[in-house]
């Protein structure tokens, strides 16, 4: 079946133009996380949706940075005003909300971000 | 806030060789995951281990999770070229909360 999907695949922006990155996740995954990878680093969490509950935002980096999940199911994180620092590949993961293999985070390709 | 401690950073083997890498954490996960991460994509599940103690195999992959819930390593069996790429460990905590992940270990595979 299809898997996350994310789009653009690549974005070039100036510095301090906004952008938005789209998350497609697994068709009746209810959870959603935004990661970021920096290059040569690993995973950082930024936010996480689960159902109609609030988002754990507690990773965002800044108020620069917001996401929505419009539906339970297509997720936009937006980057106010982008910095330099804000260059990153942006990896979103969807998951049944239970436990076992079968239930764990499933990533999509990710975007990567290039702030010029 | 949490941190997983991920050695070696990079590896570079021969073909047909056995690789090892581990994890460590300064607090408890109670689920540890394995990812592979190929230029350019997410990162793909490996091996996933629930229970402190538990030794899981996929094919040529073996992962343990350590007895103590602080650390966890990733055998590879008999290295072959598909084999290189990023692997990272991951940790949670309960349910399907947010994944803390470690560096990632790069691997080179030389035929």
């Known amino acids: 079946g299809a898997g996350v999907s994310q789009s653009p695949s690549n974005k070039v922006t100036e510095k301090g133009k906004d952008v938005e990155l789209r998350c497609d996740p697994i068709?009746?995954?209810?959870?959603l996380y935004w990661y970021r990878q920096s290059l040569g680093q690993g995973l950082e969490f930024l936010i996480y949706?689960?159902?109609?509950?609030?988002?754990?935002k507690s990773g965002l980096p800044s108020d620069r940075f917001s996401a929505e999940r419009t539906g339970g199911s297509v997720s936009t994180l937006t980057i106010q005003r982008t910095q330099q620092e804000d260059s990153a590949v942006y990896l979103c993961?969807?998951?049944?909300?239970?436990?076992?293999?079968?239930?764990?985070?499933?990533f999509g390709p990710g975007t990567r971000l290039t702030v010029t | 806030g949490q941190q997983l401690n991920q050695s070696p950073q990079s590896m570079f083997i021969q073909e047909g060789e056995d690789v090892s890498m581990n994890c460590t954490s300064s607090?408890?996960?109670?689920?540890w995951l394995w990812y592979k991460q190929d230029p350019g994509e997410g990162p793909v599940l490996l091996i996933a281990l629930y229970k402190a103690g538990e030794l899981t195999s996929n094919g040529r992959l073996t992962a343990q999770f350590g007895i103590t819930r602080k650390d966890s390593f990733l055998n590879i069996s008999a290295s072959i070229p598909s084999d290189v790429g990023i692997y990272f460990c991951?940790?949670?905590?309960?349910?399907?909360?947010?994944?803390?992940f470690g560096k990632g270990t790069r691997l080179s595979v030389i035929a």
């Open positions: 993961a969807s998951s049944l909300f239970s436990t076992g293999t079968s239930y764990e985070q499933y």
């Open positions: 607090s408890i996960f109670n689920t």
């Open positions: 991951a940790g949670r905590n309960s349910g399907n909360t947010p994944l803390v």
């Open positions: 949706f689960q159902g109609n509950s609030a988002p754990d």
């Open positions: 068709s009746g995954h209810t959870a």
